[in-house]
């Protein structure tokens, strides 16, 4: 396993950005899927984006706004929001697992998750 903190969350307006940064130690961070999800309150975590080597996926609603990348070297990644909106609100987690996957019982190791609050 990985130990993941996330880091980068805040208060901000609809149209702002954010970038959330995603802190790993441990062995074999490359060999992991890194992902981030999101939970608002009342609502199930929801897959937003991953990263496995140089492939990505974005879910719908946050892709052309939302981009995640990795520094390999830094053990790190990172997830750049823009163009935010009041439905981005959430408390946002970093996650490692299984590559290539959406659902979050593939992802073995979470951070302790980071809160991003947009207002309109």
């Known amino acids: 396993q990985v130990m993941l903190v996330e880091s980068g969350g805040g208060l901000v307006q609809a149209g702002d950005s954010l970038r959330l940064t995603c802190a790993a130690s441990g062995r074999s961070f490359s060999s992991y899927a890194m992902a981030w999800f999101r939970q608002a309150p009342g609502k199930e975590r929801e897959f937003v984006a991953s990263i496995f080597g140089k492939i990505s996926n974005h879910t719908p609603s946050v892709r052309g706004r939302f981009t995640i990348s990795k520094d390999d070297a830094k053990n790190t990644v990172y997830l750049q929001m823009n163009s935010l909106k009041p439905e981005d609100t959430a408390v946002y987690y970093c996650?490692?697992?299984?590559?290539?996957?959406?659902?979050?019982?593939?992802?073995?190791?979470w951070g302790q998750g980071t809160q991003v609050t947009v207002s309109s």
């Open positions: 996650a490692a697992g299984l590559p290539y996957r959406v659902a979050a019982q593939y992802y073995e190791s």
